[in-house]
């Protein structure tokens, strides 16, 4: 079995995150690969939802919509997933009153679902413990199924419970009773060797990235998918000497940033689009005053409240035309955790380097995937500051800040580190910061800003190409979560002998267009891939180069992509 689908399901409240994280743990503890996400509705408590983990003996980066075990905790989700099951399968359930569920039993039984069934909760508190332990009995259930060594499950219940003694060894009676409860089942293969990866997910990952480039401060207003930033670095603020503030509302949040900036700490702020909204006359002030300044924005389906807890990648548009006026700007996208972790520290550079705003874009299936990747490179990128330090400051006269250059790029250094000073404007100024609304000066400034577009588009890397560089039957075209997927579908064509190849963009504006005009020319079928309803950067591609791309590969349903999303893609447009 080359990829193991389970797909774990619970009302909201019931368990269902530790439940998926004693899985994947397990599963990664033996050496697989693996890649988990949640889908849950905007419930504290209530509602269903699942937990879907794809584990794999060779890399996977994605998910596929297939369930080959599925572990019910509850009725409700029952009901609410079981036709996910197909020939073959297995359910793992323990409800208590199987007449409740007799219809689906039956339904299930005559598409030849294997069936798993214990009464959990007896079996809970024949064990010491209750209703709210089901759960890890379930566990126990579903790795007896699968065939795995108990060790490796009762590794991950141990390191999931550790700081709660009391009741680990409850959990750990449990977990062993339930896998003691049933009969192994298809003896899934362990992998030779353990990998040397780590479990991590996207918004960890930028957390970690961002501590790494030197980030000392970050403020935020809760909003999911962006929330748990805020958490992270909660926790490490300590042990990194990080300024953490929750502000009142992201338009504190935006000016606490940008103040904390203009000052020289290096200082981040994550929101999502509704949040970002309210952050754009910040943004606008930064363009004017160019004064870096890094935001995350986490992105979720709208318009308005729209799919809070779901993933999209609509706020393209949004991140490049954002905030009044015209000012220069930079819009990065991550794919998953390693793509966060090194992108977010190009951010903090690019925005101190070119004195501009820096908008990074990330996704709901990014920020709560949890995948195994490896382990992060800790040292390649150094810290680019741009300033002006040292003897150079006793000769800077207060018209250097914005001076006019050939290139738009003046000096800027910390107020308070030289006896030259500057006035931080926001309405239109001269060279000093000083307030002008001079017809000539003003196209003169605004030119001088504009020009930095010029040296950031050189700076910006090109995009990257996966697969054979021509000649592929299809080919495709995204940015953001849509990679992964694509990684994937290019690996499982590999070995049928078709040929598909895909060019990335993680640097997406402004846009870089050599290596896009050639694999346009070298590939006779290319096509777009993107989580919306418009294609978004298949309009900003199209327009750029005057180039048509064959068809659009288009989801705007909350979901991510999945593995079969592409295939009938491709079967549909290639001619192999």
Same mark, same amino acid.
């Given at each position: 079995?080359?990829?193991?689908?389970?797909?774990?399901?619970?009302?909201?409240?019931?368990?269902?995150?530790?439940?998926?994280?004693?899985?994947?743990?397990?599963?990664?503890?033996?050496?697989?690969?693996?890649?988990?996400?949640r889908?849950? $509705?905007?419930?504290?408590k209530?509602?269903?939802?699942?937990?879907?983990?794809?584990?794999?003996?060779?890399?996977?980066?994605?998910?596929?919509?297939?369930?080959?075990?599925m572990?019910?905790?509850?009725?409700?989700?029952?009901?609410?997933?079981?036709?996910?099951?197909?020939?073959?399968?297995?359910?793992?359930?323990?409800?208590?009153?199987?007449?409740?569920?007799?219809?689906?039993?039956?339904?299930?039984?005559?598409?030849?679902?294997?069936?798993?069934?214990?009464?959990?909760?007896?079996?809970?508190?024949?064990?010491?413990?209750?209703?709210?332990?089901?759960?890890?009995?379930?566990?126990?259930?579903?790795?007896?199924?699968?065939?795995?060594?108990?060790?490796?499950?009762?590794?991950?219940?141990?390191?999931?419970?550790?700081?709660? $003694?009391?009741?680990?060894?409850?959990?750990? &009676?449990?977990?062993?009773?339930?896998?003691?409860?049933?009969?192994?089942?298809?003896?899934?293969?362990?992998?030779?060797? &353990?990998?040397?990866?780590?479990?991590?997910?996207?918004?960890?990952?930028?957390?970690?990235?961002?501590?790494?480039?030197?980030?000392?401060?970050?403020?935020?207003?809760?909003?999911s998918?962006?929330?748990?930033?805020?958490?992270?670095?909660a926790?490490?603020?300590?042990?990194?000497?990080?300024?953490?503030?929750?502000?009142?509302?992201?338009?504190?949040?935006?000016?606490?940033?940008?103040?904390?900036?203009?000052?020289?700490?290096?200082?981040?702020?994550?929101?999502?689009?509704?949040?970002?909204?309210?952050m754009?006359?910040?943004?606008?002030?930064?363009?004017m005053?160019?004064?870096?300044?890094?935001?995350?924005?986490?992105?979720?389906?709208? $318009?308005?409240?729209?799919?809070?807890?779901?993933?999209?990648?609509?706020?393209?548009?949004?991140?490049?035309?954002?905030?009044?006026?015209?000012?220069?700007?930079?819009?990065?996208?991550?794919?998953?955790?390693?793509?966060?972790f090194?992108?977010?520290?190009?951010?903090?550079?690019?925005?101190?380097?070119?004195q501009?705003?820096?908008?990074?874009?990330?996704?709901?299936?990014i920020a709560?995937?949890?995948?195994?990747?490896?382990?992060?490179?800790?040292?390649?990128?150094?810290?680019?500051?741009?300033?002006?330090?040292?003897?150079?400051?006793?000769?800077?006269?207060?018209?250097?800040?914005?001076?006019?250059?050939?290139?738009?790029?003046?000096?800027?250094?910390l107020?308070?580190?030289?006896?030259?000073?500057?006035?931080?404007?926001?309405?239109e100024?001269?060279?000093?910061?000083?307030?002008?609304?001079?017809?000539?000066?003003?196209?003169?400034?605004?030119?001088?800003?504009?020009?930095?577009?010029?040296?950031?588009?050189?700076?910006?890397p090109?995009p990257?190409?996966?697969?054979?560089?021509?000649?592929?039957?299809?080919?495709?075209?995204?940015?953001?979560?849509?990679?992964?997927?694509?990684?994937?579908?290019?690996?499982?064509?590999?070995?049928?002998?078709?040929?598909?190849?895909?060019?990335?963009?993680?640097?997406?504006?402004?846009?870089?267009?050599?290596?896009?005009?050639n694999?346009?020319?070298?590939?006779?079928?290319?096509?777009?891939?993107?989580?919306?309803?418009?294609?978004?950067l298949?309009?900003?591609?199209?327009?750029?180069l005057?180039?048509?791309?064959?068809?659009?590969?288009?989801?705007?349903?909350?979901?991510?992509?999945?593995?079969?999303?592409?295939?009938?893609?491709?079967?549909?447009?290639?001619?192999?």
């Amino acid at each position: 079995m080359s990829r193991i689908c389970i797909k774990i399901t619970g009302e909201s409240g019931a368990g269902l995150l530790s439940t998926g994280e004693i899985v994947i743990m397990a599963l990664k503890n033996l050496g697989f690969y693996v890649v988990a996400d949640r889908e849950y $509705p905007s419930l504290i408590k209530g509602g269903h939802s699942c937990y879907m983990i794809n584990a794999s003996e060779k890399p996977i980066h994605s998910l596929s919509k297939k369930v080959d075990f599925m572990l019910a905790i509850d009725k409700q989700s029952l009901e609410a997933y079981y036709q996910d099951l197909e020939k073959g399968s297995c359910l793992v359930y323990g409800y208590e009153r199987p007449l409740g569920v007799k219809e689906i039993i039956a339904e299930l039984l005559v598409k030849k679902v294997k069936i798993v069934h214990q009464h959990v909760r007896q079996i809970a508190e024949s064990n010491g413990g209750n209703v709210l332990v089901t759960n890890v009995v379930l566990v126990g259930m579903l790795w007896k199924v699968l065939g795995l060594p108990y060790s490796a499950v009762e590794e991950a219940v141990r390191t999931k419970f550790a700081s709660k $003694p009391k009741i680990l060894e409850i959990d750990l &009676k449990c977990v062993k009773a339930g896998f003691d409860s049933v009969e192994e089942g298809v003896k899934i293969r362990v992998p030779d060797s &353990k990998k040397d990866t780590i479990l991590i997910d996207g918004n960890r990952a930028l957390a970690l990235g961002a501590i790494h480039a030197g980030c000392r401060a970050y403020y935020a207003y809760p909003m999911s998918p962006s929330s748990s930033i805020l958490t992270y670095m909660a926790d490490m603020a300590k042990k990194y000497q990080i300024l953490v503030k929750q502000g009142e509302d992201e338009i504190t949040v935006a000016n606490m940033t940008l103040g904390s900036m203009f000052m020289g700490t290096r200082a981040l702020c994550a929101t999502s689009g509704g949040g970002f909204d309210l952050m754009t006359e910040t943004v606008s002030l930064a363009g004017m005053i160019e004064n870096p300044f890094v935001v995350i924005v986490a992105q979720r389906p709208g $318009p308005a409240t729209g799919l809070p807890t779901w993933t999209a990648q609509a706020d393209l548009n949004m991140a490049i035309h954002s905030a009044h006026g015209e000012f220069p700007k930079i819009v990065i996208a991550v794919s998953d955790a390693t793509d966060g972790f090194d992108l977010i520290q190009h951010a903090f550079n690019f925005a101190e380097k070119f004195q501009c705003v820096v908008i990074v874009l990330t996704e709901k299936v990014i920020a709560e995937t949890n995948k195994t990747v490896a382990g992060f490179v800790m040292d390649k990128i150094k810290i680019e500051r741009g300033l002006v330090e040292g003897s150079e400051l006793k000769n800077l006269e207060n018209s250097d800040r914005f001076k006019v250059t050939d290139s738009g790029l003046s000096k800027r250094w910390l107020p308070g580190s030289s006896r030259a000073y500057y006035f931080a404007n926001g309405d239109e100024h001269w060279e000093d910061g000083s307030l002008s609304e001079d017809s000539p000066r003003t196209a003169v400034m605004y030119d001088k800003r504009m020009r930095k577009m010029n040296l950031i588009e050189e700076a910006m890397p090109e995009p990257e190409v996966y697969g054979a560089r021509k000649g592929a039957d299809i080919s495709f075209v995204g940015w953001g979560s849509s990679k992964n997927v694509m990684l994937d579908i290019i690996h499982m064509y590999a070995e049928k002998g078709v040929k598909v190849n895909y060019l990335h963009y993680s640097f997406v504006f402004p846009l870089k267009t050599k290596v896009l005009k050639n694999f346009f020319k070298e590939n006779g079928n290319v096509n777009l891939i993107e989580g919306n309803y418009n294609g978004q950067l298949g309009d900003l591609v199209e327009a750029k180069l005057d180039v048509k791309f064959k068809k659009r590969l288009l989801k705007y349903d909350g979901r991510a992509f999945f593995v079969e999303d592409v295939v009938d893609f491709i079967k549909k447009n290639s001619k192999k």
